[in-house]
């Protein structure tokens, strides 16, 4: 129960010193009551030596080293939360190629490269979830005729008169509107974009009607970073 207690009081004491708005505690400032956690810790472990006799003064002196690390690093921990949570999304997004991984700090959307070579890119086009190759050699967005419908869009009535060249070939695509087109939290409407006949393209293309509208976008090794 003493180091449950201890653990305890470190913890409020973390708490209370990196709060900004805790204010006044019995009468003392914030950094008054934050100063004085430790000393009411150190006080609590040797009175419950002195008067319970359970512990040896060596063993309260080791217990009280290795709370006050724990303490530290916590501290640290919450200072740098924001580099921490940084970093940690951008390993998670080298273990998920594709995943559009937001950076806390800059709003930047950061994609790591598939392990084709390409960076294949999560995106949500009028809500549903479409999987895009990032292509600043097509002209256009690109969509195949699959993924246009399971956006929501009426292929039926299309007229499929613009000659393309696609990885499959040559083919025709018809020339649309995308109500709304997502990557990570960057979020465009009214996007022009092209939509191919059936089994012209197996993935759609993130082309440059969309990637024009970002303020800039930079490739650095199996990185791709997207500017708002």
Known sequence: MLFVAFAILI????????????????????????????????????????????????EIISALAIWVAIGAVLLVGYTYRGELQSVGQRVMGSLQPGAAIVDPQ????????SFGGSFRIDTRINGAEVPMIFDTGASAVVLSLRDAEAAGIDTRSLSFTVPVQTANGTGAAAPV????????????SNIRAFIVQDNALDTSLLGMTFLETLSRYTVSQDSLELHD
């Not at 913890?11 to 709060?19: H, K, L, Q």
């Open 11 to 58: 913890v409020v004491g973390i708490a209370i010193a990196i709060s900004a708005d805790f204010g006044a505690l019995f009468g003392l400032t914030q950094g008054e009551t934050a100063r004085a956690i430790p000393l009411v810790v150190i006080g609590t472990l040797l009175a419950s030596a002195l008067v319970g006799r359970r512990h040896r003064l060596g």
């Open 106 to 113: 800059t709003g930047n959307v950061h994609v790591a490269r």
């Open 177 to 188: 509107r995308i109500d709304q087109l997502e990557v990570g939290n960057i979020v465009r």
